[in-house]
């Protein structure tokens, strides 16, 4: 067992310092197989960064999961129920017609706000999610950055809502008192809006159907009586994926809905592009890379025939030899990776540099993961060593007998 480990040792090193002996060759064939892997990274990672960035776009805007309710119905608590037990279902809260959802916000004589949409919101609304504390009652609210700018205001800051409607051929304006709690940035959402404790929407809703509201001031009215139907609701899917399967479980409900499903599949189809065209590229390259190699290897053992047969004779094994142009690949391959490397990461930081600028926030363009770049690098070694147990089949034949014969 000693001898024959020795004698792999001693296989091994010769390998080595043939590689060494023929750097020339050596140093070309590293350099094609880098000039061969480092266009296959690049377009992987420029594949892999496309679609990565777009993806991460369309999830960081939770807008774009969103399935709008066109128009207004008469939902009943059970259909609330039904979509909300959906698998695809992330938030579903019920929404009031929209005319009812318009209020002023007032924060001094001089700084007002008129027709500003409320939009009713709760524990789990993917809007808020790590932008803002979610409102715990009526008196707190999550205004728009819009909102905030018109209007100069600060987180902690009070201001008064005030109400309009008409009542018996009279004006009367309700006023309640809330406090921001949260400032939303421009990027998620841009129009004029506040998300509202459900408490307060519905409070809004029946003073402009001239319900009495106590809360608002007025105490005119009809008594109010509890809630059951609503005209609206805002849904949001968990995933991109599921938008289209939820926003057809819905429209079988007999609901028109709108979503940005079109943009989804156009993200899912330009990646089944540019993964078909990796695909092409790829194969056409390693079944060249793989040709070149093995033939470098076959000559190479054809050129050694005399020195592989004199160690045959000195007692080296068959599987001792056939390591020869086994360590001969794996360290070409493992080279040529390296250096293909190196001009990926040249390459994607040009690329991130030029075209990294049209994307909205991370700024680049061609990526590849930690787990990608050492999938790619075993997948290198694993055509290689298809090439390498060609060359090693072509070393084992030799017949040391037959070979001193022919010399």
Request: aromatic share 10%; net charge positive; hydrophobic share 45%.
């Amino acid at each position: 067992m000693q001898q024959r480990l020795r004698l792999i040792k001693v296989s091994s090193s010769l390998a080595f310092r043939d590689l060494w002996h023929d750097k020339k060759i050596t140093f070309c064939l590293i350099v094609s197989l880098a000039s061969v892997i480092a266009p296959l990274l690049l377009l992987l990672g420029l594949k892999s960064g496309i679609i990565h960035t777009m993806e991460e776009e369309f999830l960081k805007d939770p807008l774009k999961r969103e399935i709008k309710i066109m128009g207004h119905y008469k939902h009943n608590l059970s259909w609330f129920e039904k979509i909300k037990t959906q698998k695809e279902t992330e938030f579903i809260i019920p929404k009031t017609r929209i005319l009812n959802a318009q209020v002023d916000f007032v924060k001094n004589k001089r700084k007002f706000l008129r027709m500003v949409e409320i939009i009713p919101t709760q524990a789990g609304d993917p809007v808020l999610s790590g932008q803002s504390d979610f409102p715990a009652n009526k008196s707190q609210i999550v205004v728009s950055h819009t909102v905030a700018q018109k209007l100069e205001l600060e987180i902690g800051e009070q201001i008064t809502m005030v109400i309009a409607r008409g009542f018996h051929n009279e004006k009367q304006f309700g006023k309640f008192k809330v406090t921001i709690i949260g400032i939303l940035p421009e990027s998620l959402i841009s129009k004029q809006a506040v998300f509202v404790d459900f408490d307060l929407l519905l409070d809004v809703d029946d003073f402009k159907d001239e319900f009495a509201v106590q809360d608002f001031g007025i105490y005119d009215g009809k008594p109010r009586v509890k809630r059951d139907i609503f005209a609206s609701a805002r849904v949001f899917s968990k995933s991109l994926e599921g938008v289209a399967a939820l926003a057809d479980f819905i429209r079988d409900t007999g609901v028109e809905v709108k979503t940005y499903a079109k943009d989804i599949e156009n993200i899912q189809q330009t990646e089944k592009v540019l993964s078909f065209v990796v695909k092409v590229v790829a194969w056409v390259a390693i079944l060249g890379g793989a040709i070149s190699l093995t033939g470098f290897l076959i000559a190479n053992v054809d050129r050694k025939r005399q020195h592989l047969a004199m160690l045959r004779l000195l007692g080296f094994s068959a599987a001792s030899i056939s390591l020869y142009p086994i360590i001969q690949s794996l360290v070409i391959a493992s080279l040529g990776f390296l250096i293909a490397i190196g001009g990926y990461f040249m390459g994607a930081a040009e690329f991130d540099r030029v075209l990294g600028g049209f994307m909205q926030e991370q700024g680049y363009i061609c990526q590849l993961s930690d787990k990608q770049i050492i999938a790619a690098f075993l997948f290198t070694n694993l055509v290689v060593m298809g090439a390498a147990v060609t060359g090693g089949f072509r070393a084992i034949q030799i017949e040391p007998a037959e070979t001193f014969r022919q010399q």
